[in-house]
């Protein structure tokens, strides 16, 4: 049995059978530069892995030239990408990022290319629906990035690290744009048991999973890859296309709790875990750029507010129904189809259009103010903790320093402690028996980690365990955590778990932790937020789908009591809360369902002491809103930054400006600037202006 920690070393697994403008300021890569700040992040770095005499830290990162960014997509089935990550999919075509999607499965399901209406008297062909497919993925790719749909590819046989082939399609005027087809059997199946299928292969309980080729693709011989062999060939193309970035679906969609069955498609699921496994690979070998990843909603997205504008819903739709080919005109000479007549009735899916939702990797407290006066950031690269200073005063940001102990996941979020010390909390995935030993081998848990000192060296990696008790099926359903410090230092660790409820695990005086323990709430969902007002008291907020829960300390270092109502209208899910301007309780940012408008409430107790706020001259877009000490920061509908001063100055609204490049997770506006990290893996940084 072997245990991997996933991004971190990787041993013994099986044997093989845009450019942005003034002021915004990258990071030094770590290695370069000198003086107090670089040698603050080598401090961080080397103190965080115990290093001894003559030894670098296992963490330790050579010297790197900046990397061009490169965006890795991995997927199950023909269509994840339109209908779970798009519009990030089509933000990267219209920057020119090179782009390769691979595609785990065929996607054959029953063989029936046809509407509903039309099944009944349709030939089954597998081999012609898979090819349907692929028809339908290269002209919505091909209209994406040229605007014509019968824009050509050019087709090839690629081979494998796994020992087969694979096709690659390179699209001939945009050719930073490929698609990778590995076309094995999908499961056919949302949730029955199917042995022959990713998820069978993943449990042991067949050696090999057998291919489905398409019709016309220039992969001329069937073939079967074993567990390992998937993992091999996954991190072969990682090796390949060198990505800076990956998305890819999310591997822990929860099940629901009357019937056991996965929210979420068995092939989405088990096609993340493999791309999971091959990420930890990837991370071991040397010399390749830092890789930062993205997890997305499924199927869960259809019972959860609309996050889109009608604009990008629209756009979205439209490169959906180029995908279902409903015109029906053939100007893709193949008998099969120019795309998949399945989702012709419903092009939009159930909802899917309309929404885009990160799993995860939502926090916007990763900057926090050091003990020494400077600012520290934190994300995760390669799944280990990336931390990033900028001395006190200003000047360049150096890093990143990356901390030993893999296997995070990304999404992490950062506090002060009351002496002058930060603290970093996140969540771990570790997977183990690899050679088929069954569920038991994949685990999430909360882990944390803390400075030794103001301005020192990092600690080990501490686990606080799951509040799952019983999480036998592996699909540990959990949220990135949120995170309350009284002023006596002691935290408490907010979580949602995998039945839509608020946990918690608070810290003892002796720096012990006590048990998890259920606070309650019903449907919450999205990763809860936390803020603590100017008396010390702790505010915690969770979304459900119709409004918002809260919870609030009874003063300073007092036990939360909740849940309460706040009365709020829904909203998108993604939350953020800060000290409110004036010092008197906290404010609630939040985004309107279906129009990516910006709203704020301000709470000083369990119910919203002001009316909502609407922000006028919004930018639409999605995700949470980071609002700083007179700066805002959100995605916005093109997928780049935008920042905008708020408050007195900005009475008449925010006046936003575009810094032009796509970034990951959310930003995190403070006091003296917005921070964002680029699809580079690099942190993108836009002073204060003063």
């Keep these: 049995m072997t245990a991997v920690l996933v991004g971190g070393a990787f041993a013994g697994l099986l044997s093989v059978t845009g450019t942005p403008r003034t002021p915004t300021a990258h990071a030094v890569p770590e290695g370069k530069g000198s003086g107090a700040a670089a040698k603050a992040a080598s401090n961080a770095s080397e103190a965080a892995g115990a290093a001894k005499p003559g030894r670098p830290p296992a963490a330790a990162s050579a010297p790197r030239a900046k990397a061009p960014v490169s965006v890795v997509q991995i997927v199950a089935h023909p269509d994840d990408d339109l209908y779970f990550m798009n519009p990030d999919v089509s933000q990267s075509l219209r920057s020119a990022t090179p782009l390769t999607s691979v595609y785990l499965t065929a996607g054959e399901s029953d063989g029936v290319n046809a509407r509903p209406r039309d099944a009944a008297v349709t030939e089954p062909d597998k081999a012609g629906y898979a090819e349907a497919r692929q028809n339908g993925i290269r002209a919505a790719y091909a209209e994406m990035a040229t605007g014509s749909r019968t824009s050509p590819w050019d087709r090839t046989a690629l081979p494998t690290a796994g020992g087969a082939y694979a096709e690659m399609d390179t699209l001939r005027e945009k050719p930073q744009v490929t698609l990778v087809w590995l076309q094995l059997r999908e499961a056919g199946s949302i949730s029955d048991d199917r042995p022959h299928s990713l998820s069978g292969l993943w449990h042991g309980r067949i050696g090999a999973l057998g291919s489905q080729r398409s019709t016309g693709s220039p992969v001329d011989a069937d073939f079967a890859y074993t567990k390992d062999q998937v993992v091999a060939t996954v991190t072969g193309l990682l090796e390949r296309f060198r990505p800076t970035f990956v998305r890819m679906q999310d591997p822990t969609p929860g099940t629901y709790p009357k019937t056991g069955k996965l929210r979420d498609h068995q092939d989405h699921l088990y096609g993340a875990r493999f791309a999971q496994a091959a990420l930890a690979r990837y991370a071991s070998t040397p010399g390749h750029p830092h890789v930062g990843v993205q997890n997305y909603l499924g199927y869960p997205t259809s019972a959860l507010p609309h996050t889109l504008d009608p604009e990008t819903a629209g756009a979205k739709l439209k490169t959906l129904k180029t995908y279902a080919w409903l015109d029906g005109v053939n100007d893709c000479g193949t008998l099969a189809g120019c795309g998949d007549l399945k989702v012709a009735a419903r092009p939009a899916g159930r909802g899917w259009a309309q929404t885009v939702r990160y799993a995860r990797g939502t926090s916007t407290s990763w900057v926090q103010r050091d003990g020494e006066g400077g600012l520290r950031a934190f994300s995760v690269l390669d799944g280990h903790l990336a931390a990033w200073r900028q001395p006190a005063g200003g000047g360049a940001w150096r890093g990143p320093a990356l901390l030993p102990g893999g296997g995070l996941d990304s999404g992490v979020t950062s506090v002060a402690l009351p002496d002058g010390r930060l603290a970093v909390y996140g969540t771990r995935t570790t997977l183990s028996g690899l050679t088929g030993d069954g569920p038991t081998g994949y685990r999430r848990e909360v882990v944390t980690t803390a400075q030794s000192a103001p301005g020192g060296a990092f600690g080990p990696w501490r686990s606080l365990g799951t509040p799952e008790r019983n999480d036998a099926s592996g699909t540990s359903d959990i949220s990135a955590p949120a995170v309350t410090v009284d002023g006596e230092g002691r935290a408490t660790v907010l979580l949602r778990d995998s039945r839509h409820r608020l946990t918690a695990r608070e810290q003892w005086a002796d720096g012990g932790w006590g048990p998890w323990r259920t606070l309650g709430g019903t449907d919450v969902y999205g990763d809860p937020v936390a803020a603590t007002d100017g008396t010390g008291r702790v505010h915690v907020f969770a979304s459900t789908p119709r409004t918002v829960l809260t919870w609030a300390g009874q003063g300073s270092g007092g036990p939360l009591v909740g849940p309460v109502r706040t009365g709020l209208p829904a909203t998108t899910l993604a939350l953020s809360a800060s000290a409110a301007p004036d010092g008197d309780g ?98 993108h940084w836009t002073p204060a202006a003063r």
């Design 586 to 683: 906290v404010r609630l940012w939040f985004r309107k369902p279906a129009s990516g408008d910006l709203r704020s409430a301000d709470f000083s107790g369990p119910g919203p002491v002001s009316p909502v706020t609407e922000l006028p001259g919004g930018v639409a877009g999605f995700g949470p809103v980071s609002g700083g000490d007179g700066l805002l920061a959100v995605r916005s509908r093109t997928g780049f930054l935008a920042t905008a001063p708020h408050g007195r100055a900005a009475a008449g609204g925010p006046v936003w400006r575009l810094e032009k490049f796509l970034f990951a997770g959310a930003p995190d506006a403070g006091t003296d600037g917005v921070a964002a990290i680029g699809l580079d893996g690099r942190l």
